[in-house]
């Protein structure tokens, strides 16, 4: 357990509808991050935050998707009418830059839209 | 577009031996960074290496880097069947927020 949650785990919902994904970080951590990641790749970078602010978001990230972070706290990752192809595991990641840039991934949520 | 390529994509050992995994990355990096994923635990990270590295250590694992030829290789010595995971490098660059770039990946599995 690395201290970064996630919820839910699993999360199983129709084409079009929307989603919505929880992220709880290592409380001291000031960036967190989101990545997606499909069966046999690697994960791929998504959009981060310091603190509550939202610095960059990758161009997988399309308009039907969106991210906030409130108080620089936990995060939530929305997804808008949902598309078969966005079915994956949705990973978040935790750091203090002052501490080694190593991050701390949650477990995960794995969406599979049918 | 993923960043590094992990060679070979699958590894097959029996306890006991050396595992090497080796990474190729295409642009600049502040650091370089090791991560294991099993199916049970996620992702967890094992070794960072800075750009002006070149050999770091920790317990059975060691990782070097060139920064001339952009790679990188992992060795974890005397493995155990709970080192079977999947491996990944991923890099990371001040320019993109330190976000990870993560290859492929690298299967292991480590038999009895």
């Known amino acids: 357990d690395t201290g970064v949650s996630q919820n839910p785990r699993h999360k199983i919902t129709k084409r079009g509808q929307n989603v919505t994904f929880r992220c709880d970080p290592i409380?001291?951590?000031?960036?967190l991050y989101w990545y997606r990641q499909t069966l046999g790749q690697g994960p791929e970078f998504l959009t981060y935050f310091q603190n509550e602010a939202q610095l960059e978001k990758s161009r997988l990230l399309s308009d039907r998707f969106s991210a906030e972070r409130p108080k620089g706290s936990f995060s939530t990752l929305e997804i808008q009418r949902t598309e078969q192809g966005d079915s994956a595991m949705y990973l978040c990641a935790s750091t203090v830059l002052a501490g080694g840039y190593e991050q701390y991934f949650g477990p995960g949520t794995r969406l599979t839209v049918t | 577009s993923q960043q590094g390529e992990e060679d070979p994509q699958a590894l097959s050992i029996q306890e006991g031996e050396n595992a090497t995994m080796n990474c190729s990355y295409k642009t600049s990096i502040n650091n370089l960074q090791w991560y294991r994923q099993n199916s049970g635990r996620g992702l967890v990270h094992l070794i960072l290496?800075?750009?002006?590295?070149r050999e770091k250590h920790s317990g059975r694992l060691r990782v070097t880097l060139d920064t001339s030829k952009k790679s990188s290789s992992l060795l974890i010595t005397a493995s155990r069947a709970a080192d079977t995971a999947s491996y990944f490098c991923a890099t990371d660059a001040r320019d993109s927020g330190y976000a990870l770039n993560f290859g492929k990946g690298t299967s292991l599995l480590v038999t009895p």
């Open positions: 290496i800075r750009s002006n590295e």
């Open positions: 409380s001291e951590h000031n960036r």
